[in-house]
């Protein structure tokens, strides 16, 4: 082998073991496990075959800490509380609405979302689905007379059957909540009522965690009573017949949006407002309904949802109805605080 | 003059040689190290490397109990690994050595057909059997001796212990094995020869010589199991939280990336430790002469 085929040999090798960083016509996308499938974006597939790559998180403040050390997808996915965050580490540019026909299906109480504006016709997130955190429990297991509140997490009469999600803006909102504590803005003394809630609960906790496939699978076996879980979860176990209720909390269910964010620098923005546009395709929006129970920031997929499927998964075509009943999760002003106090309390500090 | 220039070709061979585990040992590991170590005496302040130093995070880890606590937690817990690997690695290690014959080599593939899939399925596996629905309650129910499922085998300390004592049982058999292995046969002949009952034979003969072997088995198992954070948090439940747990939360959730290399520089400190005594003991019980 002489030096010119030797180098020419190791580059070839380099590019094959890196090629899909290299690869610049295909759009990096950047989503909660679950929501890369393609049928929530057929028309992007259709325009553009081949070129989508996808990488997923569990929990969105971790998608950030990735993203904040170097990892650079164009597109992501993280939840309008952090949205603030993304952008005060200026990982974010910001998105043209004109350049999204699809834009004005979107529900104006998304819209209009201060923390989402960034002037000028142009927004720093797509609100792209929404739904709802609550307790989801075995309504053959709980206590006939159980009271419709999220302390059902807190009951000692179920230790050892209880899980919680592993997110600030899920389980540590929630305690606030409980000790009646704005969860939005706290003080010293507000964080450290928020602890003990949560030192409260730790003992009788089986687990923290993101993987909702272990929380269906420990519920639908009887391990689990109750749990902290997303609309997705209800309605995958009633599919299986489980008999499962999610709650309606009189303190109130959690409800949630995220959306799409913009890299900077992303070399492929035309294929990200392609992206962007064909999820919010009334068909696109139409599965993440129907297949998950969670809402979608248009109007037009509701549209083409029966109203008895609506019914049927406690989703108002009016998500500003929703709004009314349930607290909304904004950005948390002292999530960082909260983040490493909720870790401190998961170890047993 | 000829001899001298053998001597510098042997010196450049030598140093060509060298120059791969030198580049990876300064290259990679050194320089990730050195980055760790000035990493953990910063604040978080958003900017890595530049801006002032503080000994700020060290203070919090040795004053605050919490951390003390889960140290202790994870040095109990791989000690238990350590000690649950080394027992029942022993008489694996014992049979290949002395009683395998022929099967040698089909009971050493047996030994390390575990690696053949990855930790992780492993871990899983390990779920299967020790879930509420899943193997061992289901073949108590089965076998009537209890009647309701129990939930005592998963989300605790035992759980993450025996799928760590399962995962490293290779690396503390193999080492053994060799030292076994490595005993001549005359000692023993010479043993018996002398009356030496075969209990004797193994308390006065095998165990002392093959101690090199269990110490270095040992220490293979305990540095690893340490700082492992997949299996507290896949099986152990909040209350296996170990050290590797609380590192990996502040490169992750808690986006203190300072303090994380702070409890990792603290970490690799209590092994060096416990490697420090390991060797002590080596020196007292694990030499051969």
């Known amino acids: ?349 | 003059m000829q001899s001298r220039q053998v001597l510098t070709d042997g010196a450049g061979f030598r140093a060509a040689m060298s120059m791969p585990g030198v580049l990876v040992t300064f290259g990679l590991v050194l320089f990730a190290l050195a980055l760790v170590v000035v990493l953990a005496f910063r604040i978080n302040d958003g900017a890595l490397f530049v801006g002032p130093l503080s000994l700020s995070n060290m203070i919090t880890i040795f004053s605050d109990g919490l951390y003390a606590k889960v140290m202790l937690r994870s040095l109990w817990i791989s000690g238990l690994v350590t000690l649950a690997t080394v027992i029942t690695a022993y008489p694996v290690a014992w049979y290949l050595a002395f009683r395998a014959g022929k099967r040698r080599g089909l009971v050493l593939f047996l030994v390390t057909l575990p690696f053949w899939t990855s930790y992780l399925l492993r871990v899983f596996a390990w779920k299967v059997v020790l879930a509420y629905n899943g193997v061992l309650n289901s073949a108590m129910i089965a076998l009537g001796i209890w009647d309701t499922p129990s939930t005592a085998f998963l989300n605790n300390p035992t759980a993450v212990v025996v799928t760590l004592a399962h995962a490293y049982a290779p690396f503390a058999i193999l080492p053994i094995f060799v030292a076994l292995q490595t005993i001549p046969p005359s000692l023993l002949e010479a043993a018996s020869d002398l009356g030496a009952s075969r209990a004797q034979s193994f308390r006065r003969i095998i165990l002392p010589l093959s101690m090199p072997g269990v110490l270095g088995g040992a220490l293979v198992v305990f540095v690893p199991t340490i700082g492992d954070y997949v299996t507290p948090a896949m099986l152990g439940g909040p209350s296996s939280t170990m050290i590797g747990n609380l590192i990996q939360a502040q490169f992750g959730k808690a986006n203190d990336w300072p303090f994380g290399a702070a409890l990792a520089v603290a970490t690799m400190l209590v092994i060096l430790i416990a490697v420090a005594l390991v060797r002590q003991a080596d020196r007292r019980w694990g030499s051969r002469t």
């Open chain 1, 1 to 349: 082998m002489n030096p010119k085929t030797l180098l020419l040999t190791s580059f070839t090798a380099g590019a094959l073991l890196t090629g899909p960083a290299l690869a610049e016509d295909k759009l990096n996308y950047f989503t909660w496990s679950g929501y890369e499938l393609p049928v929530f974006h057929e028309a992007y597939t259709a325009a553009h075959p081949d070129a989508l790559e996808v990488s997923v998180f569990g929990d969105d403040d971790d998608a950030f800490t990735k993203v904040k050390s170097g990892f650079r997808p164009d597109l992501a996915h993280p939840c309008y509380d952090k949205i603030a965050r993304w952008n005060a580490e200026g990982l974010l540019q910001p998105i043209d609405t004109a350049r999204i026909p699809n834009w004005d299906h979107i529900f104006p109480v998304f819209r209009n979302l201060p923390d989402i504006q960034a002037g000028d016709g142009k927004v720093w997130m797509v609100p792209w689905d929404w739904g709802n955190t609550s307790v989801l429990y075995r309504t053959d297991m709980v206590a006939p007379d159980a009271d419709m509140s999220w302390n059902m997490l807190w009951d000692p009469q179920y230790a050892g059957r209880l899980a919680t999600i592993d997110a600030v803006h899920d389980t540590p909102l929630v305690a606030a909540v409980l000790a009646g504590v704005n969860p939005f803005d706290m003080s010293e003394s507000d964080l450290e009522k928020v602890a003990d809630k949560l030192r409260e609960q730790r003992p009788l906790l089986t687990t923290y965690t993101t993987d909702m496939t272990s929380v269906e699978q420990s519920l639908a076996s009887g391990e689990l009573v109750a749990a902290m879980t997303w609309n997705a979860s209800a309605v995958a176990l009633k599919a299986q017949d489980v008999p499962v209720e999610f709650m309606d909390p009189k303190e109130g269910m959690l409800t949630w949006t995220c959306g799409f964010v913009m890299l900077k620098d992303t070399p492929n923005t035309d294929l990200a407002y392609d992206f962007i546009n064909s999820r919010l395709e009334a068909s696109s929006g139409k599965h993440l309904i129907e297949d998950y129970g969670y809402g979608t920031s248009t109007d037009s997929a509701f549209a083409a949802v029966p109203a008895e499927t609506l019914d049927e998964l406690k989703l108002p075509a009016d998500p500003q109805k929703m709004l009314e009943t349930t607290i909304f999760t904004g950005p948390m002003k002292q999530n960082d605080a909260l983040a490493k106090m909720f870790e401190r309390i998961k170890a047993g500090g």
